[in-house]
C-alpha cells in the first residue's frame, strides 16, 4: 500500500486547513498517512526569525489571514484568529508525539479545531486535557507521557529529521521516495504522487 | 465582462509556469486579463532582503527549484535555470511595460520562456530585440520607448501601487474587487473569484 508522511505544526495556520482534509485525501487515493507533528521553531531560528515571519513581514501576514480566510470559507469551516499568535505549541507536540496512530490524529485534528475553528488557547494543560478525553485517552497519564525526558529528546529529534529532510515549513506531505510537499496546496499533488509512485513499483 | 489583473515579474520563477498557463485559464471562465509587469525588488528591500529570498535561504531556494521542477514537469514544458539566477529583469520590464495588449502578453511569454525554458540572459538588449522582432514590433523604437522618462516613471509608479494594493511577491491575480491570490497555485482561484463575483453583479 502506498503510505506518506503528514509533517503539521499546531502553531501553523495553514496546518489547519490541510489537518482537516488530509486523512480524506489520503483514503480517496489509497494512500496510508503517518501523522508527524514537528516545531517550525528550531527552522525559523535558523533563518534568523525570532517570531512568525507573518508577524515579522506584516503585509505577510496580512496577506496569509485573508488567503486562510478565503480558503476556510470555502471549505465551509470556521476561521478564529488566536490570540496571541502564534499559540505556544510545544507541549500540543508533545501529547500529539506521545500519542500512537488514530490517537494521535483525532487529537491533531481537535487541537487544529479548537485552535483556529473557535481561538482557544493550545499553551494550557487544561485545554489540551478536555481535547484528550474524547480521544479515549487519560489527559494525565498522556500529559506525563507527553512531558518525559525521553519524549522531549524524541520531539527534537523529530524536528532535527524534519530538517534534514528538506522540510522548510508546515504542513508537508513527504513520500516515501522523500519528496516534500509543502502547503495545504500541495497535499493533493503529493498524495498523487505517492499512489502513483506506488503503483509504480507494483508494476 | 470579468476582468482581474496579471501582476508578474520577469526574473520570479513561479511567474514562469504561470504565464504560460493564465490565458487559457482566464478565456476558459470568460474573464479578459490585463499583464501588469512589476518589480519585486522595491518589495524585498522594504523586507531588508538584497537578494532573492530562494538565495538568502538555501533550504527554501532547493525546495523551490525542486517543486518548480515538478511543477513543469507536470505541464510538460522545459524548465533550465538561468545563471545568475535571479536574472536583472528591469530592462524587460520595461519593455513590457511600454507594450500594449496582445504585443505585452505575447513578449512576456516569450521572455519567460527564453529565460526559464532556455535558460537565456534577459538583461540582454540583443535578447530582447530578438523576442520584440516576432511579436510584430520594431526592437529600437521599443527599446527607446522603454527607456524613456516617462516609462520609468510609469514602472515605479507601477511597483508603487503593487505595495498599496497588498502585493507581497509574484505573481499576483488582482481581481475586480480587490482580492489578492499569490502563486501559480491560486491562479485558478482567483480566475473562479473574478468570474463568479462578475456573474453575481450581473445578476
Same mark, same amino acid.
Given at each position: 500500500? $502506498?503510505? /506518506?508522511? !503528514?509533517?503539521?505544526?499546531?502553531?501553523?495556520?495553514?496546518?489547519?486547513?490541510?489537518?482537516?482534509?488530509?486523512? /480524506?485525501?489520503?483514503?480517496?487515493?489509497?494512500?496510508?498517512?503517518?501523522?508527524?507533528?514537528?516545531?517550525?521553531?528550531?527552522? !525559523?531560528?535558523?533563518?534568523?526569525?525570532?517570531?512568525?515571519?507573518?508577524?515579522?513581514?506584516?503585509?505577510?501576514?496580512?496577506?496569509?489571514?485573508?488567503?486562510?480566510?478565503?480558503?476556510?470559507? %470555502?471549505?465551509?469551516?470556521?476561521?478564529?484568529?488566536?490570540?496571541?499568535?502564534?499559540?505556544?505549541?510545544?507541549? $500540543?507536540?508533545?501529547?500529539?508525539?506521545?500519542?500512537?496512530?488514530?490517537? &494521535?490524529?483525532? !487529537?491533531?485534528?481537535r487541537v487544529?479545531v479548537a485552535e !483556529?475553528g473557535q481561538?482557544l488557547?493550545i499553551?494550557?494543560?487544561?485545554t489540551?486535557?478536555?481535547l484528550?478525553?474524547?480521544?479515549?485517552?487519560?489527559? %494525565?497519564?498522556?500529559?506525563?507521557? %507527553?512531558?518525559?525526558?525521553?519524549?522531549?529528546? &524524541?520531539?527534537?529529534?523529530?524536528? $532535527?529529521?524534519?530538517?534534514?529532510?528538506?522540510?522548510?515549513?508546515?504542513?508537508?506531505?513527504?513520500?516515501?521516495?522523500?519528496?516534500?510537499?509543502?502547503?495545504?496546496?500541495?497535499?493533493?499533488? @503529493?498524495?498523487?504522487?505517492?499512489?502513483?509512485?506506488?503503483? @509504480?513499483?507494483?508494476?
Amino acid at each position: 500500500m $502506498a503510505s /506518506a508522511e !503528514f509533517w503539521y505544526e499546531f502553531a501553523s495556520t495553514y496546518s489547519y486547513p490541510a489537518a482537516l482534509r488530509v486523512a /480524506a485525501l489520503a483514503a480517496e487515493r489509497g494512500v496510508s498517512l503517518v501523522w508527524r507533528p514537528f516545531l517550525l521553531g528550531p527552522i !525559523f531560528v535558523a533563518h534568523g526569525w525570532r517570531d512568525s515571519p507573518f508577524n515579522i513581514y506584516p503585509a505577510k501576514g496580512r496577506y496569509m489571514w485573508r488567503d486562510l480566510e478565503r480558503t476556510c470559507g %470555502a471549505m465551509g469551516v470556521p476561521l478564529k484568529r488566536p490570540e496571541p499568535f502564534p499559540q505556544p505549541s510545544l507541549l $500540543a507536540a508533545r501529547v500529539a508525539l506521545a500519542l500512537d496512530g488514530d490517537a &494521535r490524529s483525532d !487529537f491533531s485534528h481537535r487541537v487544529f479545531v479548537a485552535e !483556529f475553528g473557535q481561538g482557544l488557547p493550545i499553551g494550557d494543560r487544561a485545554t489540551l486535557g478536555a481535547l484528550l478525553t474524547p480521544c479515549g485517552v487519560d489527559p %494525565a497519564a498522556a500529559l506525563a507521557r %507527553a512531558e518525559s525526558e525521553a519524549n522531549k529528546a &524524541r520531539l527534537k529529534a523529530e524536528c $532535527a529529521h524534519a530538517v534534514e529532510i528538506g522540510i522548510i515549513g508546515a504542513p508537508c506531505l513527504v513520500t516515501a521516495d522523500g519528496e516534500v510537499f509543502w502547503g495545504n496546496d500541495r497535499l493533493e499533488q @503529493g498524495l498523487d504522487w505517492a499512489a502513483d509512485r506506488s503503483l @509504480g513499483a507494483i508494476r
